[in-house]
């Protein structure tokens, strides 16, 4: 399967007619169109009907769309669910995921994302993350905190093992996983600080709540120059007749295996696919 940058992925409010309208335009990797958290309670029936129009209007390009329904326990839903199976978007977000059970209640022809947003999603998020039903973690950082009485402060240091431990059960099974949100969008340094943090720990993107964000956060989580140009030199390196059956040989001086080979074959790999986008 090809390899799909989902560098940036920005939260657009479902009631917000004109937002929806704008994110024809942002250079987001990904849409989540939501019904849930940003949508006051008087407004979700509306905000559904403009996320159904919207989507299958289409118009979003090469934007993976995603539909954040609410929960099935909610008294929304049901009807959520319904207009986003019709609509057909690229995924469907379940909020609140807790158990792989949560997932079984969605149906199966249409691809699923998974937030990772209450404590006991943090202790199932291997078995949440073998199903096969799911495509993609969403870390809710809010909610984490919300839920755990944690604090965000200090380099996020209380719940960096929490964010790690959704990383290894993503990469275990060959999910991209997606940072949560900062929630300081005038503090552009605080935001490129965490949006590093979050690919140093091997996140693939993350979520965005303004399109401001955007920019730094597609430039935070986009191979450098230098990875690129180091990357060419281990494939060409290899490619050399006199390398062919060789587990470890050396570039420029340093000592590189053949898993270098493979990390710098994605490196070029997703390189390539965001020059695409």
Request: charged fraction near 25%; glycine fraction near 6%; aromatic fraction near 4%.
């Amino acid at each position: 399967m090809a390899i799909r940058p989902r560098r940036s992925v920005l939260y657009m409010p479902g009631a917000n007619e004109r937002a929806l309208e704008k994110a024809r335009t942002l250079a987001a990797d990904c849409l989540i169109l939501d019904l849930e958290d940003s949508v006051a309670p008087e407004a979700k029936d509306q905000a559904r009907r403009n996320v159904a129009a919207a989507v299958m209007a289409g118009g979003y390009g090469r934007r993976e769309v995603v539909i954040r329904i609410n929960g099935l326990d909610t008294p929304w839903g049901a009807a959520d669910l319904k207009m986003a199976v019709e609509a057909r978007p690229h995924a469907i977000l379940a909020p609140k995921v807790e158990t792989p059970a949560d997932l079984l209640k969605i149906p199966s022809e249409i691809h699923l994302w998974a937030m990772i947003e209450k404590p006991l999603a943090i202790f199932n998020a291997r078995d949440i993350a073998a199903s096969s039903r799911v495509s993609c973690l969403v870390l809710g950082t809010n909610d984490l905190l919300k839920e755990t009485r944690a604090s965000a402060v200090a380099g996020r240091f209380a719940i960096v093992p929490w964010l790690s431990l959704v990383v290894l059960a993503g990469r275990a099974h060959g999910l991209d996983v997606i940072d949560g949100v900062y929630n300081d969008f005038r503090d552009e340094a605080g935001f490129k600080t965490e949006c590093e943090q979050g690919r140093d720990l091997g996140m693939d993107g993350k979520t965005l709540i303004h399109p401001s964000q955007v920019e730094i956060c597609n430039a935070s989580f986009s191979p450098a120059a230098q990875e690129i140009a180091w990357s060419a030199r281990i494939i060409e390196t290899f490619a050399l007749p006199e390398n062919a059956s060789k587990g470890v040989i050396t570039v420029d001086g340093k000592m590189v295996e053949r898993l270098h080979l493979a990390m710098a074959e994605r490196t070029v790999e997703i390189t390539k696919a965001i020059g695409h986008v």
